[in-house]
């Protein structure tokens, strides 16, 4: 399974690091990716690393995603925080050194975290 930790609340212009640990999932052959889901909205992928790191338009050279074999887990470093980035972000994990093209890809999520975004 995967852990989820970190988020929180912060203003505008701020900074949170996201957490996902893999319980018995060894990330280093996984594929990892981040999505968020804003209230009254659909879900979204922010990031996904693995062979190469992408990024969403939207949050491009604003957050980076930054994964620690010997800590078994991926950081989602969120930076320069805007209102509209306010949702709950998952991260997933596919057994695949390629980022899957779909979200039904994923074998395992985490249990997600909110992140607030407000002045």
């Known amino acids: 399974q995967l852990v989820q930790s970190g988020g929180g609340s912060v203003q505008p212009g701020g900074s949170l690091r996201l957490s996902c640990e893999g319980s018995?999932?060894?990330?280093?052959?996984?594929?990892v990716g981040w999505f968020r889901r804003a209230p009254g909205k659909e879900r979204e992928a922010v990031a996904c690393i693995g062979a190469s790191t992408n990024y969403a338009d939207s949050v491009k050279g604003r957050f980076t995603a930054v994964k620690d074999n010997s800590r078994n887990t991926v950081y989602l470093h969120l930076g320069s925080l805007k209102p509209e980035d306010t949702a709950e972000y998952y991260c997933?994990?596919?057994?695949?050194?390629?980022?899957?093209?779909?979200?039904?890809?994923?074998?395992?999520w985490g249990q997600g975290t909110q992140v607030t975004v407000s002045s």
């Open positions: 018995g999932v060894p990330l280093d052959y996984y594929a």
């Open positions: 997933a994990a596919e057994s695949s050194f390629t980022c899957p093209t779909k979200e039904d890809e994923y074998d395992f």
